[in-house]
């Protein structure tokens, strides 16, 4: 497998990922890891999610639908998604 292969099939996937992380085009879901990172972000803030932070950009992406340069960006963030909840697991 061409190493650029592992890129492409990464941003196809980013936005299969974040709904299935919980970051949905209707909002957060309940229960999810991203509910889990969005309790704990708010926690750390006081009270709010930054803006600008890694929830609130995944959410945006959710949001919104990922095509292009967030594709690239969203798929770029999977490792550090990954590494947050293995804290939530």
């Known amino acids: 497998m061409d190493p650029?292969?592992?890129?492409?099939?990464?941003?196809?996937?980013?936005?299969?990922?974040?709904?299935?992380?919980?970051f949905t085009s209707a909002g957060i879901a309940a229960g999810s890891i991203a509910a889990k990172m969005m309790s704990t972000a708010a926690v750390a803030n006081g009270g709010g999610v930054a803006a600008g932070s890694l929830v609130a950009v995944l959410q945006s992406a959710g949001a919104a639908g990922v095509s292009g340069a967030a594709s690239a960006a969203v798929a770029g963030t999977g490792a550090a998604v990954g590494w947050l909840a293995s804290f939530f697991g």
Do not use: D, I, T, W
Not at 9 to 20: D, E, H, N, T
């Open 4 to 22: 650029g292969e592992n890129h492409s099939v990464a941003v196809v996937s980013a936005p299969f990922a974040l709904g299935a992380a919980g």
